[in-house]
């Protein structure tokens, strides 16, 4: 599986982006995700979908603020971004988990051996 995210930028607070996260490749994913990482912390969960059938989860920071989505015919997930704080600003990277993962490792980081490389996306207060 190959991934490839675009949408990153600058913002100022309170706005919105979108990313997107386009995949290619043979390898079937049961889950793509969003991870973000800031300097000196661990990557961390930001959503995921389940590609067969739509099913959505969220970290508790971005609950009601951020949409993921997928769009099969293109082959890509999108995370829309409303509402953005400065704390949103971070590296994004899109992610593909095992076929195998189940609801439960949905948000696991160990559960995703296919990464794209990162966008990054600035909020400025």
């Known amino acids: 599986v190959q991934l490839q995210a675009s949408g990153g930028g600058l913002v100022q607070a309170g706005g919105s982006l979108r990313l997107s996260c386009s995949r290619s490749?043979?390898?079937?994913?049961?889950?793509v995700g969003w991870f973000r990482q800031t300097p000196g912390k661990e990557r961390e969960f930001v959503a995921t979908?389940?590609?067969?059938?739509?099913?959505?989860h969220y970290a508790d920071a971005v609950k009601g603020r951020f949409t993921i989505s997928r769009h099969s015919a293109e082959n890509t997930v999108y995370l829309q971004m409303n509402s953005l704080k400065p704390e949103d600003t971070a590296v994004y990277y899109c992610?593909?988990?095992?076929?195998?993962?189940?609801?439960?490792?949905?948000?696991?980081?160990?559960?995703?051996?296919?990464w794209g490389q990162g966008t990054l996306v600035t909020v400025s207060s």
């Open positions: 992610a593909a988990s095992r076929s195998g993962t189940i609801t439960s490792q949905a948000r696991n980081i160990d559960s995703y051996d296919y």
């Open positions: 490749g043979r390898t079937s994913s049961r889950y």
């Open positions: 979908i389940k590609w067969t059938d739509r099913s959505t």
